[in-house]
């Protein structure tokens, strides 16, 4: 079973490899994945928050399972056309009770594969173009705490803080690999479906 992990995991700045193909395996990770967004109330969860090292998000900027046609799955997913901005309060799964002022585009256009391998191509503007960004920032390693504005940065410091100690004693405890592990883990899953694995032969 995935699990959400949470900041500073180092699975939460690696950059994702953009995915070469779909398996049985990668569909249980998907539904898994919207499964674990409902069960923390999020409205998005990128490949990175479970540990895997995909391009690939799952989102639904409405929150509710019962919206289904409101549930998005991307793979390789691109965002361009940024219009605009906008600032509004945003949190993250893998940053529990931090939430902090950001600035977005206010329109993009969404570009990415869908499950059954159709092209998807969106235009999306306010909350689901926030979404969006803030999903597509963690497939490269990008977290919304790194543009946060230095005074609202100052004011999560603690909780921060609090998180990286909580991070170092689940790890000391053994509940978390060290960072080799992790590394040679992602390079294995990347190597199964990614385009460009990084230790080949
Ligand atoms: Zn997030």
């Known amino acids: 079973m995935l699990q959400v992990i949470n900041y500073p995991h180092p699975t939460l700045r690696h950059r994702s490899k953009a995915l070469r193909r779909v398996d049985q395996q990668l569909c249980r ?60 309060e945003e949190g993250c799964l893998s940053i529990p009770e931090v939430r902090a002022p950001v600035v977005r585009a206010a329109k993009v256009v969404l570009d990415g594969f869908g499950l059954d391998g159709r092209p998807i191509h969106l235009q999306l503007e306010g909350f689901a173009a926030r979404v969006a960004q803030h999903e597509c920032d963690h497939l490269d390693g990008v977290l919304f705490i790194d543009r946060l504005a230095p005074t609202a940065l100052a004011e999560v410091k603690p909780a921060l803080e609090e998180l990286e100690l909580e991070f170092r004693s689940r790890r000391s405890a053994g509940e978390i690999p060290d960072d080799e592990t992790i590394h040679r883990r992602l390079a294995e899953l990347e190597q199964q479906r990614c385009l460009e694995p990084q230790h080949q032969g």
Do not use: C
């Open 29 to 88: 990770w998907i539904a898994e994945m919207f499964q674990l967004m409902y069960e923390h109330q999020g409205v998005g969860l990128a490949a990175n928050q479970v540990d895997l090292p995909y391009r690939l998000f799952v989102m639904n900027p409405t929150g509710d399972p019962e919206q289904k046609d409101q549930e998005l799955a991307v793979l390789n997913p691109v965002l361009s056309r940024h219009r605009g901005s906008q600032e509004d």
